[in-house]
């Protein structure tokens, strides 16, 4: 059965960093995309980053470019959001998903399945 469970979510000061990371169960995960959504209280969950398959191509959410970095490393089946310079306005909870399709990156929900139960994420100003 095919488990998302992300971790590394915590409390940081503005202008601080933080490094999630995702752990996938499940042989499937090494020949999908994979990508980082998050929610704020109050809001529609939104795309943060995804990386393809190959990890040749990346995309980011315009909020965020610049300041956050998306990984894999395929043999610990484990994918990354590096995120820099934290704000305030990063303050939500994270989730990590498995892509539908191979080597698009998507940045739209609806092409994404599996999903992890998601890690808070605090910037305190």
């Known amino acids: 059965q095919e488990q998302l469970v992300e971790s590394g979510g915590g409390l940081v000061q503005a202008g601080g960093s933080l490094r999630l990371s995702c752990a996938a169960s499940?042989?499937?995960?090494?020949?999908?995309?994979m990508g980082w959504f998050r929610q704020a209280p109050g809001k529609e969950r939104e795309f943060v980053a995804a990386i393809s398959l190959s990890g040749d191509r990346t995309n980011y959410s315009d909020s965020v470019k610049g300041r956050f970095t998306i990984s894999r490393d395929i043999a610990k089946n484990t994918v990354y959001l590096q995120m820099n310079s934290l704000k305030p306005e990063d303050t939500a909870v994270y989730y990590c998903?498995?892509?539908?399709?191979?080597?698009?990156?998507?940045?739209?929900?609806?092409?994404?399945?599996?999903w992890g139960q998601g890690t808070q994420v605090t910037a305190s100003s």
């Open positions: 499940g042989r499937s995960f090494s020949v999908y995309d």
């Open positions: 998903a498995r892509g539908r399709r191979r080597n698009i990156a998507a940045t739209t929900q609806d092409l994404y399945d599996y």
